[in-house]
């Protein structure tokens, strides 16, 4: 992410897109939280898209938009964020409920 108007974008972008799918970010660089990540996809049967972003573009993210969440994954889902324990507690909802719609969705066709 070249500049702050460019991280807004990319922001807003994933807020749209967790509607139609829930979005995991984490911090590529960080073992633990690519630790998570593969868990928070395995347990979700891989229903989580994983977004890992490098050192600048999380830093920025943390420092700019979601101060709170420092340290932490941020899961997106339907336009929220979601971090912290939140991010465990809400996979196995998020989950069935992206397999339900996904399973509506395929059943209407």
Do not use: H, N
């Not at 974008?9 to 829930?22: G, N, W």
């Not at 943390?62 to 324990?85: K, S, T, V």
């Amino acid at each position: 992410m070249a500049s702050l108007q460019d991280m807004a974008e990319f922001v807003d972008e994933t807020k749209e897109r967790s509607r139609r799918a829930p979005v995991l970010l984490y911090a590529g660089s960080c073992a633990k939280c690519r630790f998570i990540s593969s868990f928070v996809g395995t347990f979700s049967l891989q229903s989580i898209e994983q977004i890992p972003l490098d050192v600048a573009e999380w830093d920025a993210l943390y420092r700019d938009y979601f101060p709170e969440a420092r340290g932490y994954p941020i899961l997106f889902y339907r336009g929220r964020p979601w971090f912290g324990g939140r991010v465990f507690l809400a996979t196995p909802l998020v989950a069935v409920i992206s397999a339900l719609r996904a399973l509506d969705a395929a059943l209407k066709r």
